[in-house]
């Protein structure tokens, strides 16, 4: 992302400058690891197409937290920490583009009573499954090489 965007997110309270913090970026990808291992084992159906879209969303938006917080950088709201995301470099990097969409439903399903059906529910594990390795490894290789 370009600095002058960032320092605009500052300006806005949108960012907050912080520290770079190894031990909560490994905590924070752990955690969005260990949501999707529980989410993943249930049984994708009509009744729980919510609760799985919820968490998956939950935890691709922690990827973003985790990167945001790599640069020294805390994010204030969830468009920030998706917004993040479209700048990695994976291999399905045209699937990032969805992650805006998927906060809005998962914002109709949070605020406005929305069900989510199976459909959706079953393309955001498709998506962690098709993206989240490949960003999880991205920011482990720079956690790595940064001197935080």
């Known amino acids: 992302m370009r600095k002058e965007i960032i320092e605009q997110l500052v300006r806005s309270d949108q960012l907050r400058k912080r520290f770079p913090d190894k ?15 529980i989410v993943k084992g249930v049984l994708p159906t009509e009744d729980s197409a919510t609760l799985i879209f919820r968490e998956t969303y939950e935890s691709v938006r922690q990827l973003g937290d985790a990167k945001w917080w790599l640069l020294g950088y805390e994010p204030r709201n969830h468009e920030v920490s998706l917004e993040i995301l479209k700048d990695m470099d994976i291999k399905e990097r045209t ?36 993206c989240a390795a490949d960003i999880i490894s991205e920011l482990l290789k720079e956690l790595k090489t940064n001197t935080l």
């Open 95 to 130: 699937k990032l583009n969805h992650v805006m969409r998927f906060k809005s439903i998962r914002n109709d399903a949070n605020y406005r009573g929305f069900k989510i059906s199976l459909v959706l529910a079953k393309e955001i594990l498709e998506f962690w499954d098709l």
């Open 23 to 37: 031990e909560k970026i490994k905590s924070i990808l752990e955690s969005a690891e260990t949501n999707m291992r």
